[in-house]
């Protein structure tokens, strides 16, 4: 079932975070560490009421943050988007438990944020993912998500690939 999350599931939250940080990391990708994401970060989403989790039997297997608020990167000239932001939605800090990934969490999360989205009269959903993250990327692609170009954060080494989906 997924769900609005609460401040009552941030510990939860925090701990699938930090293990598949430390799967990413043991994987090559520095694309999470430490400092991204923290519980801070999970804190504002609930917040803003923009923070949503996947729950099974009672513990959180997954979340995602779905909202319209895009990094000022995604304006790069690299990026061939085909729809104005002023019509897209987004989504950030997806994470799956890694006892629970290849289940279909991250795409039933995904397509919940679609739903949300394409039932709000948006017409696409724009995400970036780390270009050494090839598992988001094969997913995107799974899911009919376009490569819309490259992007460049100023705190990471490697390059980001802006992915679109009309709804």
Do not use: C
């Not at 599931?9 to 430390?22: G, N, P, S, V």
């Not at 043991?26 to 994401?37: A, I, L, N």
Request: aromatic share 12%; proline share 2%; net charge neutral.
């Amino acid at each position: 079932m997924i769900r609005e999350a609460t401040f009552d599931d941030l510990a939860q939250i925090e701990e699938i975070a930090i293990r598949a940080t430390k799967i990413m990391n043991s994987e090559g990708s520095d694309q999470w560490d430490k400092s991204y994401p923290t519980i801070t970060h999970f804190h504002s989403d609930i917040k803003a009421g923009s923070l949503f989790v996947y729950e099974n039997e009672g513990h959180i297997i997954g979340a995602i943050a779905i909202d319209r608020s895009f990094a000022p990167e995604y304006k790069s000239s690299t990026l061939r988007w085909e729809t104005k932001q002023e019509s897209s939605g987004t989504f950030h800090r997806l994470v799956v438990d890694p006892l629970a990934q290849k289940g279909g969490i991250a795409k039933a999360l995904i397509l919940f944020a679609e739903q949300l989205f394409k039932s709000a009269g948006l017409l696409s959903l724009q995400v970036d993912t780390y270009s050494l993250n090839k598992k988001a990327q094969r997913l995107f692609e799974k899911l009919g998500y376009v490569n819309v170009g490259t992007l460049q954060f100023e705190n990471k080494k490697m390059s980001f690939y802006g992915f679109e989906k009309k709804l």
